[in-house]
């Protein structure tokens, strides 16, 4: 199946201040630990600071990804395929940027192709790029809706994010079982509320 590259600008996230030393990152850490009470020095924290860095580069990691690269191949050989494609149940974690806290759930993407499809894999690593960063799930929803609009430039794309936040089940109101459901549409499925509604059925099917 033939491919073609295209190659519209997405900017990636770029640090404001030059990125501190690993050095500085695990001394940082210390601090913290210190002020919580405990000791950095005792035997079950001192290599703390090392392995709370090393899961940083994993947790966080998002910040080095290029949706465009990672959507930049497209499949034009589809049969003449032009109708609605739902990739669902994206499992992906996050952190809230407000409180360095968990967030977790689902992503659902629908897009109506124009001229050409991408693999459905790259979605789930669209997802990923975005997740692994400080993030609040609004901004993900618009991000990954942005990235597919300027890559793609699908006649429609759509994002449902499902999600539960640990800010809220272990601190401040303590509400366990709380989920947040977020949207994003664009052309089609903003210019015709049936599209909405097909890609939502779409997302619930099978699920009771």
């Not at 669902?88 to 809230?96: G, L, Q």
């Not at 809220?168 to 366990?176: D, E, Y």
């Not at 079982?177 to 939502?200: H, I, M, N």
Request: hydrophobic share 40%; proline share 6%.
């Amino acid at each position: 199946m033939d491919a073609v590259v295209k190659k519209p600008a997405v900017a990636l996230v770029k640090p404001a201040a030059p990125k501190p030393t690993r050095e500085e990152a695990e001394a940082a850490v210390r601090t913290l630990l210190a002020w919580t009470g405990d000791d950095p020095a005792r035997e079950g924290l001192v290599d703390t600071p090392r392995r709370v860095t090393k899961a940083y580069e994993e947790l966080f990691g998002g910040y080095g990804g290029d949706p465009e690269e990672i959507l930049g191949r497209v499949f034009e050989e589809v049969g003449g395929f032009d109708d609605l494609v739902v990739v669902r149940d994206i499992p992906f974690h996050s952190h809230c940027e407000h409180h360095v806290l968990p967030f977790f759930g689902t992503v659902h993407i629908g897009y109506f192709p124009n001229g050409g499809v991408v693999g459905l894999s790259k979605f789930a690593r669209l997802v990923d790029t975005f997740a692994r960063r400080l993030q609040t799930q609004e901004n993900m929803s618009a991000q990954i809706v942005d990235a597919i609009e300027t890559v793609l430039k699908p006649r429609g794309a759509a994002v449902m994010i499902e999600a539960e936040h640990m800010c809220m089940q272990m601190r401040g109101v303590h509400k366990h079982g709380t989920s947040t459901v977020t949207t994003q549409f664009t052309g089609l499925f903003r210019d015709d509320p049936a599209e909405q509604t097909r890609f939502l059925a779409m997302v619930r099917a099978g699920k009771g």
